[in-house]
């Protein structure tokens, strides 16, 4: 068995920048905090408890100590309040996803209609909507377009873990509803890069493992990409999830980890498949 293992696969730049924040200030003492989890990783994070460093769920569960803003930011009350209280405020957002917000706070400027391209229930888009006007629409299908009316400028910016097909299909679809456009494509270069890896791997193996936090938009993303051509996808969190039964017979198993999946996990993975294939070779 050949194991394949995608260029960009584990911590992008973002991730690694908040995971390295969070590790700095939790060497340091005090408390530190962060509403919801700082990256959409539950072994990382839970590394990260262990280090000190805790997952509250609202800003009234913290009485002191330093927050650290997560990699997909938080709504704009959250922030004033904790600065108002005097709550230490670590930034970790991403600066991909504050450059997002702040194209779409220039649209507004500018007396466009924004549209964002993304799930309304994603942190980041919660976070970059909490800046914009509150008639901002957010569309997550093609589908949800049907319910606008035309408005005289219309300016879009998307997701930062979009696929770029969705973006296009859904830009495209909005075509009609208006005669002048402003459009920022505000996708992660690293997760266009991460999806055409995904790709690459499931027209080339005969199994593809996808390893990233369940809640991972971009893990989710990945796996979905990759299902559409090689329909043996699997999406694992860690080794433990991995079936032996899905390596029987496989020439070449391609390996692709989300942006927010460690090292440690990845590496996990791929010993456990080899351990896996020396047994079977040894059964034979
Ligand atoms: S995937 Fe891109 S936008 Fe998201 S945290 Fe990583 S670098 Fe930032």
Known sequence: MKILIAKNSGFCFGVRRAVN???????????????????????????LENKGVKVVQKLSDIKTGSIIIRAHGVPKNI??????????????TCPF?????????????????????????????????SYLPKNTVILNTNEDIKKLKFFPKIGIITQTTQSPENF???????LSY???????????????????????????CDVVVIIGGKNSANTKRLASIS?????????????????????????????????????WIIK???????????????KK
């Open 21 to 47: 924040i969070a590790l700095g200030v939790s060497k340091k003492s005090g408390s530190v905090y962060t509403i919801g989890p700082i990256i959409h990783n539950p072994q990382v994070v839970g590394e």
């Open 79 to 92: 922030f004033d309040e904790a600065k108002a209280k005097g709550i230490k405020i670590l930034d970790a």
């Open 97 to 129: 996803v504050t450059r997002s917000k702040n194209y779409a706070e220039k649209l507004a400027k500018e007396g466009y209609k924004i549209i964002i391209i993304g799930n309304p229930e994603h942190p980041e888009i919660k976070y970059i909507f």
């Open 168 to 174: 296009i299909k859904i830009a495209s679809g909005l």
């Open 178 to 204: 208006s005669n002048e456009f402003k459009i920022f494509n505000t996708i992660c270069p690293d997760a266009i890069n991460r999806q055409k890896e995904a790709m690459k791997m499931a027209k080339k």
């Open 227 to 263: 299902k559409k051509i090689q329909k043996k996808t699997y999406h694992i969190e860690t080794a433990r999830d991995l079936k032996n039964k899905w390596l029987k017979d496989v020439e070449y198993v391609g390996i692709v980890a989300g942006a927010s999946t460690p090292d």
């Open 268 to 282: 996990e993975v791929i010993r456990k498949i080899k351990k896996e294939d020396r047994e079977a070779v040894w």
